[in-house]
């Protein structure tokens, strides 16, 4: 199950809205087929391992294992169910269920009806973790969300006065490609006025090898001259004029987009922060002083994980 989160991510970004999944075929303790979902229109990951096997008839004395329940309705594809059933695979063990009301238990019920051994639940908390957006999007009808920023070692996230409209480097440039491959795993990416007047910002992948994300602005008097680079035809953009989070939240949601990045500024990361509408903070602390400036939000939340990168740190935090 842990190469199936492992190969299961190298989707991430590519699937919306389907779930990015990961499946193994093991038989005789070897693995001898293994796939992840398809960008959007094609294979499931059930499919792409049952293919990659080269001799079909192990599949009978094989076992699947996969992040996600199989699915069992027609959408652009065929149910994975019905497929595992037509290829007679005896033993699946799924990582977690498909809440999603269309599969939502039906996919496992049609393989015990069919008389496949199935085991539900094993490392159950990484693979909902690993499909965080999916659930999140469906359960509470919102994007996942991300609040990211980077402060000096004082304490700000930008200087109080500057001599040009672009960004002033806290932090070095393997951090910064770092944020450019999150923008690519993302649905979405949203700042507000501020920070388009004052940084002039593209929001893409840059220094990454990936998809831009849409960029969603927050323009509450739809005041930006179009001229700005977030305007350009790099990436969709989507102009939101809600002012509050959850308003903003409802308007994303109803756009179908499944998790989204909040970059800022200060005014605009705080409003998520005080409407506890967040899932991870991902902060970045530079060894750059300001002395004065714009002060970094202020939250709680529960320190997950930290890393060195150089000189800099990077610390994630969830919720819970």
Excluded at 162 to 172: G, H, Q, R, S, Y
Excluded at 187 to 216: E, F
Excluded at 287 to 312: R, Y
Aim: aromatic share 8%; glycine share 6%; hydrophobic share 35%.
């Amino acid at each position: 199950m842990k190469r199936c989160i492992q190969i299961a991510k190298l989707g991430l970004g590519t699937t919306r809205p389907n779930p990015t999944v990961g499946a193994v075929i093991v038989y005789n303790n070897t693995i001898i087929g293994e796939g992840f979902t398809d960008p959007y229109g094609g294979n499931h990951a059930e499919v792409n391992a049952i293919r990659a096997v080269k001799n079909k008839e192990l599949l009978k004395e094989a076992t699947l294992y996969v992040t996600l329940e199989p699915c069992s309705h027609f959408g652009k594809t065929p149910p994975c169910s019905d497929l595992i059933i037509k290829n007679k695979i005896p033993n699946i063990v799924i990582g977690c269920v498909d809440d999603n009301p269309e599969v939502a238990g039906k996919g496992i019920k049609k393989l015990r009806d069919a008389g496949h051994q199935v085991t539900v639940g094993v490392l159950e908390a990484a693979c909902k973790k690993h499909h965080k957006r999916f659930f999140t999007f469906h359960n509470k009808k919102r994007p996942y969300i991300i609040l990211k920023w980077v402060e000096t070692e004082d304490g700000f996230i930008a200087p109080k006065t500057k001599n040009e409209n672009k960004p002033v480097w806290i932090t070095n440039e393997i951090s910064r490609q770092l944020v450019h491959k999150w923008r690519d795993e993302e649905h979405a990416i949203l700042v507000g006025t501020n920070t388009v007047i004052q940084d002039n910002p593209s929001l893409t992948v840059r220094d990454y090898t990936g998809n831009n994300p849409i960029r969603v602005v927050l323009d509450k008097e739809n005041s930006l001259d179009k001229n700005y680079a977030v305007f350009n035809e790099a990436a969709e953009t989507i102009i939101l004029k809600e002012h509050t989070a959850k308003d903003i939240c409802d308007s994303l949601f109803s756009r179908q987009i499944q998790s989204i990045i909040i970059e800022g500024g200060s005014k605009t990361l705080q409003m998520f922060i005080d409407e506890n509408l967040w899932d991870e903070a991902r902060v970045f602390y530079g060894k750059t002083l300001f002395n004065e400036g714009i002060k970094a939000p202020v939250f709680s939340g529960k320190l997950h994980a930290t890393e060195k990168i150089l000189e800099d740190t990077l610390e994630v935090f969830t919720k819970e």
